[in-house]
């Protein structure tokens, strides 16, 4: 995290005014820092890593090593391939694979004993999310991954915003819209033109 990142976690971690019974993780660097905060004004909350990690796209060997700006275009042609069964190799998923993740952890929603959990994780995983719970795609095919490429393109996830999801008695999950709110004016991010991220760490 930069400097304003470490500032937008503490300020994340101050807004909370009620104790966790579990702090679930991404296991990317990002998320982890993020969560620190939350770790240490709740030491007594159980803390879990989940799959929770944003599409890996590239495999390890055209990942390590390399800048944003190299990894972009192996990125562009992942998704302009439009394969839904395509992995780039060892350390990559395919788009099949990542909304099959995306899907356990909805499950895992339903079905986590908290009664107040948070979960820190990544934009582009949270609007995967998002587009399987509304779009319900019966099939992943190459239209498929097209409309959710537009679907991630149309909006952004801020740093440090808060989406809040509830669990009705039927364990039906339902969603809120993504809020700065708890952030102080100086630390809330601007609103750029969306950039689907991809192993950006």
């Known amino acids: ?12 971690a101050a807004s909370i005014d009620r104790a966790p019974d579990l702090i679930a993780v991404s296991g990317y660097r990002r998320a982890q820092e993020t969560a620190a905060p939350l770790r ?10 989940w799959a929770i990690h944003e599409c890996a796209a590239l495999s390890d060997a055209n990942r390590e090593g390399t800048t944003p700006a190299q990894r972009r275009p192996l ?18 998923e395919s788009f099949v694979q990542l909304i099959a993740r995306a899907d356990a952890f909805r ?10 959990a948070l979960f820190v994780g990544h934009g582009l995983f949270t609007r995967t999310l998002l587009w399987l719970h509304f779009a319900r795609p019966t099939t992943l095919d190459a239209q498929q991954m ?42 809330r991010p601007a ?11």
């Open 1 to 12: 995290l930069t400097p304003r990142g470490h500032a937008q976690a503490q300020a994340l």
């Open 146 to 187: 097209r409309a959710y490429r537009g679907f991630i393109s149309g909006f952004q996830i801020p740093n440090a915003s808060v989406l809040k999801v509830y669990r009705n008695s039927a364990r039906e999950l339902l969603f809120g819209a993504p809020s700065v709110a708890h952030l102080p004016p100086e630390l």
């Open 75 to 92: 990125v562009a042609a992942y998704w302009e391939r439009c394969d839904p069964d395509y992995v780039d190799g060892e350390g990559a």
């Open 40 to 49: 240490e004004r709740f030491p007594a909350a159980r803390v879990e890593e």
């Open 107 to 116: 499950q895992q929603l339903r079905e986590v004993s908290a009664e107040f």
């Open 191 to 201: 609103v750029a033109a969306p950039t689907p991220r991809t192993q950006e760490d």
